[in-house]
């Protein structure tokens, strides 16, 4: 009776820790997935339904943050090798041998737009939401790589969404970073690596 008893036990003890264990490892590094919006021009914004004065905050904001993010090429070809033929400008910045160049902006990224019903100056709800303990998706431009031009791409080369519309996103893989110089190749072999290798999912930047 005494060796069923302790069978029985122990098979009780194995069973009670598969959960436990299961739920250490679910409790471990994830980040929770926020909504936000991705759209190639203000006016296409507006056509989802949100308000037109939004849009165009949202817009302008990434446009100004495009010249600071945005991948710098030595020169235009390499620029439009990763890029496209035409889908490249002039930079602001200069190196000794001239001008670098940077991808164009494609669309825009509007991570606030759904927060709080409404979206106050970028800043203003970044520090909001820092003191509240949360993590925020900035605003900020898009691009597409000339292999894989369904794609819109953060600033870093991260997937954001294939079409227009509401996204899900994590907060921590599409954070802008100051831009650094980019080799010919970089950031299209990685979009057509990733287009290859990476499974088809409803949320990005994971």
Same mark, same amino acid.
């Given at each position: 009776?005494?060796?069923?008893? +302790?069978?029985?036990?122990?098979?009780?003890?194995?069973?009670?820790?598969?959960?436990?264990?299961?739920?250490?490892?679910?409790?471990? &590094?994830?980040?929770?997935?926020?909504?936000?919006?991705? +759209?190639?021009?203000?006016?296409?914004?507006?056509?989802?339904?949100?308000?037109?004065?939004?849009?165009?905050?949202? +817009?302008?904001?990434?446009?100004?943050?495009?010249?600071?993010?945005?991948?710098?090429?030595?020169?235009?070809?390499?620029?439009?090798?990763?890029?496209?033929?035409?889908?490249?400008?002039?930079?602001?910045?200069?190196?000794?041998?001239?001008?670098?160049?940077?991808?164009?902006?494609?669309?825009?990224?509007?991570?606030?737009?759904?927060?709080?019903?409404?979206?106050?100056?970028?800043?203003?709800?970044?520090?909001?939401?820092?003191?509240?303990?949360?993590?925020?998706?900035?605003?900020?431009?898009?691009?597409?790589?000339?292999?894989?031009?369904?794609?819109?791409?953060?600033?870093?080369?991260?997937?954001?969404?294939?079409?227009?519309?509401?996204?899900?996103?994590?907060?921590?893989?599409?954070?802008?970073?100051?831009?650094?110089?980019?080799?010919?190749?970089?950031?299209?072999?990685?979009?057509?690596?990733?287009?290859?290798?990476?499974?088809?999912?409803?949320?990005? &930047?994971?």
């Amino acid at each position: 009776m005494q060796k069923k008893s +302790f069978k029985r036990s122990r098979k009780a003890a194995l069973i009670f820790m598969v959960p436990a264990a299961t739920l250490v490892l679910q409790g471990c &590094g994830a980040e929770k997935a926020v909504e936000a919006q991705v +759209f190639n021009t203000p006016d296409e914004c507006a056509a989802f339904y949100n308000p037109p004065a939004q849009c165009q905050s949202a +817009f302008a904001e990434a446009q100004a943050l495009h010249p600071q993010v945005a991948p710098k090429y030595a020169n235009k070809q390499e620029c439009e090798a990763d890029f496209g033929t035409g889908q490249c400008e002039t930079a602001p910045q200069q190196h000794a041998q001239g001008s670098f160049f940077m991808p164009m902006m494609m669309g825009f990224l509007a991570g606030q737009m759904l927060n709080r019903g409404g979206m106050a100056p970028q800043q203003q709800q970044q520090t909001a939401a820092a003191a509240a303990g949360r993590n925020t998706v900035p605003n900020q431009p898009l691009y597409k790589a000339r292999d894989d031009q369904s794609t819109f791409r953060t600033a870093t080369n991260t997937p954001v969404a294939s079409q227009p519309g509401p996204t899900q996103v994590r907060p921590s893989a599409v954070q802008p970073k100051p831009a650094t110089l980019a080799r010919r190749g970089g950031f299209g072999a990685q979009a057509q690596q990733r287009a290859a290798t990476a499974p088809r999912q409803a949320t990005y &930047g994971g």
